[in-house]
């Protein structure tokens, strides 16, 4: 058997053959001519929006002509999804926490713990430090700002510092407590 279409210029293919040319898929399904090659639907729907500089919705593969919400990385049309909580629509401002959409009243009632170098939610892993939060990647040296990354830190007042950058500061510390031995 041998695939011949008229919109890509009577040219022939055998069936495994005829496959996009974006993604390789068979085009067993139906196709669009994009460029003058044909194209199965999701990658000329996503050529379009490139083209237009717009998202193509994850869910549905249109084009978004509106705000896009972003839920695991990827762009939808917001009307997709409701609230994990209280189950009402969302729009473009939904927030995601462990892995679920809220809508902003749900999302400001949980108890979200807030990197103390960002502002922003902390989501998995965190650091609990000088009575603060932080991401593991923004607990670092107040001098060299090099992240501590599980060593040891020593506190002067509110800052950590790397034991390099404690000594050459503030002299040596206590054995017991890490705090400067010079202060008492």
């Known amino acids: 058997a041998v695939v011949s279409t008229q919109s890509t210029g009577n040219a022939k293919w055998h069936p495994k053959c005829f496959t996009c040319y974006m993604c390789s898929t068979e085009l067993s399904g139906g196709f669009v001519v994009h460029q003058g090659r044909p194209t199965c639907k999701p990658c000329a ?9 717009k998202y193509l919705c994850a869910q549905c593969n249109h084009i978004i ?12 049309h917001p009307h997709h999804f409701d609230c994990f909580d209280c189950h009402r629509p969302l729009t473009h401002r939904a927030k995601e926490l462990h892995a679920h959409l809220f809508c902003h009243s749900c999302y400001d009632t949980k108890e979200i713990s807030v990197c103390a170098a960002c502002k922003k ?28 990354a599980g060593e040891r ?21 206590c054995f017991y407590c890490c705090k400067s031995a010079a202060d008492e």
């Open 121 to 148: 939610p902390i989501e998995g892993r965190a650091v609990s430090a000088l009575e603060k939060k932080w991401h593991p990647e923004h607990f670092v040296c107040g001098h060299c700002e090099r992240p501590f």
């Open 45 to 53: 729907a996503r050529a379009r929006a490139e083209a237009d500089s």
């Open 153 to 173: 830190f020593y506190e002067h007042g509110t800052m950590a510092y790397c034991e390099l950058h404690y000594r050459k500061l503030f002299g040596d510390p």
């Open 65 to 76: 002509d509106t705000e896009h919400l972003t839920f695991k990385g990827e762009p939808y």
